[in-house]
């Protein structure tokens, strides 16, 4: 099932994503019990998808796609968590040779964070403009919404704390990712983390391991990834963070991007105003922003 937060009439509500028929339900009238936005919803945990599921195949309060307006499927409430170096073949393009150390593939998952107000939706402009350095860079990944909370949470339970799937552009601009020597400040620009168009119900996404990233700026394929090439699989990730972290639902943990980043060709393809960066990550949709 594909929830999406859409904003219609001047109001922000949730609904159900029809892909075939180009419609959404309107949960704010189909099931006018439910909380009105996601963050509500996933705290309701099965008992909301099921709720919205029934609402969706009563055929109630369906819109055509065209009159509404998709937003990020989620505003999270603390700032999302996120994977460097988590693909191999990434790893490998960064890499600056004569570099020791940092630029080696890591033993653990290595985590960071963005900052929420850098969270737009599909089609919303990313401001390349912000970032003084001129070295905007987009990483495109999967994204994991935590459902069900949690500490010290178990590799072999993990995906049971999994409420669905997303896409992120983890945008970044590389000088001042290297110049702070953290890699927060590069990444949390506002407007550096387009998300969405849906938040995909782990039901619906059996095989996570069978998923492909694909990249593509003004139509060029820039990478081609496969979700099971992570150095760090999505259990893994979930064990490490909650070992130290208490997870909470409405979470989102960013698993890291695969190769062909603008960084890694020579030289380097930065996003420049007027490119548009399209990821696509079935069955999740297509994540496409304009960048300004
Ligand atoms: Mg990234």
Request: net charge neutral; glycine share 10%; aromatic share 6%.
């Amino acid at each position: 099932m594909h929830l999406v937060t859409f904003h219609e009439s001047g109001t922000e509500r949730i609904g159900v994503l029809d892909r075939a028929r180009g419609e959404v339900t309107d949960l704010a009238r189909a099931a006018p019990t439910l909380p009105r936005d996601m963050q509500g919803l996933i705290a309701l945990g099965d008992g909301g998808v099921e709720a919205a599921r029934r609402a969706f195949d009563s055929g109630a309060a369906r819109l055509p796609l065209e009159q509404v307006r998709l937003c990020a499927p989620l505003r999270p409430a603390r700032n999302l968590f996120c994977v460097g170096k988590n693909y191999r073949d990434h790893v490998n393009e960064v890499r600056t040779p004569g570099v020791a150390g940092a630029e080696a593939e890591p033993e653990v998952p290595i985590f960071f964070t963005k900052a929420t107000t850098c969270v737009i939706g599909p089609g919303e402009p990313i401001p390349a403009r912000l970032d003084p350095t001129r070295s905007v860079d987009y990483e495109g990944e999967l994204a994991v919404v935590i459902g069900r909370g949690g500490r010290g949470i178990a590799r072999a339970g993990a995906l049971d704390h999994v409420y669905g799937y997303t896409i992120v552009n983890d945008v970044t601009s590389r000088h001042l990712q290297k110049r702070h020597r953290q890699w927060f400040l590069g990444k949390s620009l506002d407007g550096f983390c387009p998300l969405g168009p849906a938040l995909v119900t782990r039901a619906a996404v059996p095989e996570v391991a069978a998923l492909r990233i694909l990249t593509r700026v003004n139509g060029e394929t820039r990478q081609d990834g496969a979700a099971a090439d992570m150095i760090f699989d999505i259990p893994t990730l979930i064990e490490t963070l909650s070992a130290y972290v208490t997870l909470q639902p409405g979470d989102i943990l960013s698993t890291g991007t695969p190769a062909g980043v603008g960084a890694g060709f020579t030289p380097p393809r930065f996003l420049r105003p007027g490119d548009r960066v399209a990821i696509t990550l079935e069955p999740i949709g297509v994540l496409e922003n304009p960048v300004i």
